[in-house]
């Protein structure tokens, strides 16, 4: 009775163990569920935990083995965070490093979300290579999602600064043509006049002012009725810059109606309302208003500290220095500058050089040395020239290289036209010739008795002769099919009934290849070297062993002697597929002044040749010596644990 009450009380221990314990697990659930909705909630993504908290409820869930879901939350919070410009190192290098370890296993929708953040960030970093290999990996997914074609197109246009910072300009016209075409299919209409402006942007280096500005007012009328003022002042930031590079009279002006508008919009990104700010600032200095430019200056250096865009740090240094040289204050480095512009030319980064003469100009005008300041603004004004003509004529050379392809392509297809015309012409001619042809011969058999008695003697001797050769192909046929299709029967007995469909199909696919090796197309034409190439081609895309070939051979020997030649090749190489094992594959041909030698090596795991050979079985081996006999060659084999060496030497 005590025992039976122990055990009870035992029982009832276990089971409230038990219920706390599924109690404590569905708090856990919940609070994890609760922390996934927060972080999947965009709103929270301006929270200053946000980034802490997205990143420890990844590593927990990974930590409770939930990998297949847990991606999605990273490749969100990495979209929402690059919306807003809000980017940091740390999350950063974390993102990158679980990106590249989990590549394989993620879907495209979570690797474009990572890739759209790691381009956004490395693209405010000025970081071009980083941005351009991410840019490799998006540029070869096929996508189909309306969401998956927006952060891919976004991806493009960060890309293409990337490129025209760099004045690769054909680099930068082909993504932004693919952003656009990726925004029209999702009928964006504020994606396409973003790429809209990046391709004004682009015309500049054509000096194409007039157009230029033309359209410009175009985009800011259309962007003006879809009332974003992201995309507004992005417009009107590249119509400054326009005006900026005309020296227009309505520069200041441009630059006080857009910073009096958009100086205090909190919708902005901080990024395009900092260059607001930068730009009005160029702008009072142009003007010499030190006094404001002064004030302006400390109102956004905190700003500026915080900014995550490398760009907009060193616009405003390049202001700020020139700003003290304006009033005197300090003197420039002009070593430190002068080794800035050189890195900037080589580079091709025409916007940096720009910054820099500026400074250098300045200076030089402060110091009192005209002549330097004059000869430092003819070369700003060269440097920008052979960027637009050096850019303009590889665009040129581009479009009419594009331009005379479609034409060759155009001209080739005419006279493929042309030419199956002509066959069909040509091959009525000869019908008609044929027939005239028989019609005579007919009479000229019924006259002449004795040539009709002397043609049947032909005609008994060539089909002896073609008896003979038919004997011998089938004999050649036999050791073809013999170690290719005779095994994989006697396999197909043995396997199981669910295996037995796959071993059929190779058998098939099998026949159809001894049948198109039967006689290798267009062999006449190409002859022995080609046909070696092309052969080494699909064996290198085919098997899993590397294979080369050294030719030197100038199509010395007659067709047939190089068609046996090629049974002798092909034949070596489907028995070093089937047996060798090895790993690496030579053919060397070489033509020497006296003789032709052929040698195929293998580090396979080699064979004993004296006992192949004296084995019936062994056709493949028979069937390479006999050709290499029919062709007065002489041939060795070579054959160790370490591999195969089949020389053949043919005398001229």
């Not at 204050?329 to 500026?358: A, I």
Request: hydrophobic share 35%; with cysteine.
């Amino acid at each position: 009775m005590k025992i039976f009450k122990i055990l009870s009380f035992a029982i009832y221990g276990l089971l409230i163990s038990c219920a706390n314990k599924d109690k404590k697990s569905q708090i856990n659930s919940l609070e994890s569920n609760e922390k996934v909705q927060w972080i999947l909630d965009k709103k929270n993504a301006t929270d200053t935990s946000y980034i802490h908290k997205a990143i420890s409820t990844y590593k927990d869930l990974i930590k409770k083995n939930k990998s297949k879901e847990v991606f999605n939350i990273l490749t969100s919070s990495a979209t929402y965070l690059a919306d807003q410009e809000k980017f940091d190192i740390a999350y950063t290098n974390f993102i990158e490093r679980e990106f590249l370890i989990r590549r394989p296993n993620i879907d495209i929708k979570n690797k474009l979300r990572v890739i759209y953040y790691l381009v956004f960030y490395y693209n405010a970093k000025m970081n071009f290579k980083k941005v351009k290999e991410y840019g490799n990996i998006v540029s070869k997914l096929q996508v189909n999602d309306k969401d998956d074609k927006n952060n891919l197109a976004r991806i493009y246009t960060k890309i293409v600064n990337v490129h025209f910072h760099s004045s690769q300009l054909d680099s930068s016209y082909h993504y932004n043509n693919k952003s656009i075409r990726l925004y029209q299919e999702i009928n964006d209409k504020v994606g396409v006049l973003e790429s809209q402006i990046n391709a004004v942007r682009l015309k500049l280096f054509n000096k194409q002012y007039k157009e230029c500005l033309k359209k410009i007012d175009s985009i800011i009328a259309e962007a003006e009725k879809l009332k974003d003022d992201n995309l507004i002042l992005r417009a009107y930031l590249q119509k400054i810059e326009i005006y900026s590079i005309l020296e227009s009279p309505f520069y200041n002006s441009l630059n006080d109606t857009v910073y009096n508008r958009f100086v205090n919009n909190k919708k902005l990104l901080s990024s395009r309302r900092l260059i607001c700010k930068l730009y009005y600032m160029q702008s009072l200095l142009f003007r010499g208003d030190y006094k404001k430019t002064k004030v302006l200056l400390k109102d956004i250096e905190k700003e500026i500290i915080d900014s995550n865009f490398t760009t907009v740090i060193d616009f405003y240094n390049y202001l700020n220095q020139l700003y003290q040289i304006e009033i005197n204050s300090v003197d420039l480095d002009t070593d430190f500058y002068n080794q800035l512009l050189l890195k900037y030319k080589k580079e091709k980064d025409f916007f940096g050089c720009q910054n820099v003469y500026p400074l250098l100009i300045s200076d030089a005008t402060r110091k009192g040395d005209l002549k330097k300041a004059l000869a430092l603004s003819e070369e700003s004004f060269k440097t920008y020239n052979l960027y637009a003509s050096q850019e303009n004529a590889n665009k040129i050379m581009e479009y009419e290289v594009k331009y005379k392809t479609e034409k060759l392509n155009n001209k080739i297809q005419i006279n493929k036209i042309e030419l199956e015309k002509r066959n069909r012409t040509i091959l009525l001619l000869g019908t008609i010739i044929f027939i005239l042809c028989s019609f005579v011969f007919i009479y000229y058999l019924i006259d002449k008795q004795k040539k009709l008695r002397k043609i049947d003697e032909e005609k008994k001797y060539f089909t002896n002769q073609l008896f003979y050769k038919i004997e011998e192909e089938r004999k050649r046929i036999a050791t073809d099919l013999h170690d290719s299709i005779s095994c994989d029967l006697l396999e197909l007995k043995t396997i199981d009934n669910f295996k037995k469909d796959g071993k059929i199909l190779e058998i098939i696919n099998n026949l159809r290849q001894i049948s198109r090796n039967l006689h290798p197309s267009m062999f006449e034409r190409l002859r022995l070297k080609s046909s070696i190439e092309d052969l080494v081609i699909k064996l290198q895309d085919n098997q899993d062993f590397f294979i080369s070939a050294d030719i030197e051979y100038n199509n010395s020997l007659e067709v047939n002697v190089e068609l046996q030649l090629y049974r002798i090749i092909q034949e070596t190489l489907n028995n070093i597929i089937k047996h060798s094992q090895a790993k690496a594959v030579l053919i060397v041909l070489k033509e020497n002044k006296d003789s032709i030698v052929l040698e195929i090596k293998d580090n396979g795991v080699g064979f004993d040749f004296k006992e192949k050979f004296e084995s019936k079985k062994s056709f493949g081996i028979h069937s390479i010596v006999q050709r290499a006999n029919s062709i007065g060659a002489k041939i060795t084999v070579n054959s160790n644990s370490l591999g195969t060496v089949v020389n053949l030497e043919i005398k001229k």
